[in-house]
């Protein structure tokens, strides 16, 4: 069932959020539950800024020139990816943009890596006292189109921030949205992580032709690789044929 399955996003030791992840133990545990591969995507925010700042979200509105030099664990990530990178495990970054729409990744520590992934953890002024307003919109469809034109390979789970924020993610984004994804072909992730992707959005993309990506967003071992919400959300959707043929193929 899940030999040609990629869990292409696990977090690693690094992850300020991580509950007891190593990349060592995320591989065995990958391996055993029978996967093709695992990805590894720590969050490039988390890699140059500390706890404080980052979880503060300075970075939305300062970008990386908030970030202090001291803080950057970049390198610590790219040692682990010397150490464990191979076919069947393989790295990359979950990444954010800041307010302006400029990815929040140094050029050179883009470079050692084949591609990477987008992610939206913060709208400016959106929380749980405030409900979703149209400014709201217009800011995630333009962090869509940056990252889009980034050239991102996939966004990490689209709809999630405002179902973190307290609210029903807004239909009025399904279609501009998966629009976007589709332009600048990035994979719309289906993730369970603290999220319940709208199955319409789903439906959406799979009308217009976007491809997907199986993300557990592991901060904790027993999450690798369990796709069993993932196919079934798939399904509800309405599809019924091959994943490997809707499924993105961030070996390629
Ligand atoms: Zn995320
Ligand atoms: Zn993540």
Redesign the pocket.
Known sequence: MKEHLIDN?V?TEL?YCSENMTVEKAIARARAAGLAGLTF?E?AGQLYFDRKPYWGNVWLEQGLDGAEAAHNRMPAYLELKREYESDFARFSL?VECDARGNLLLKPEDRKPFDWVMG?IHALSGLNKQTPPQQAHLDQFLFLVESMGKAGVRVL??PMRIFRRAGWEAPEALFEPTAKLLRQHNVAAEI?F?TNEPPVEFVRCCLDLGVTFSL?S?S?NLAEVGDFASHIALLREAGYDGELAEILVDTRA
């Open positions: 996003h977090h992850a995507t969050h979950e992610t990490a789970h993730n992580h993300g967003d901060h």
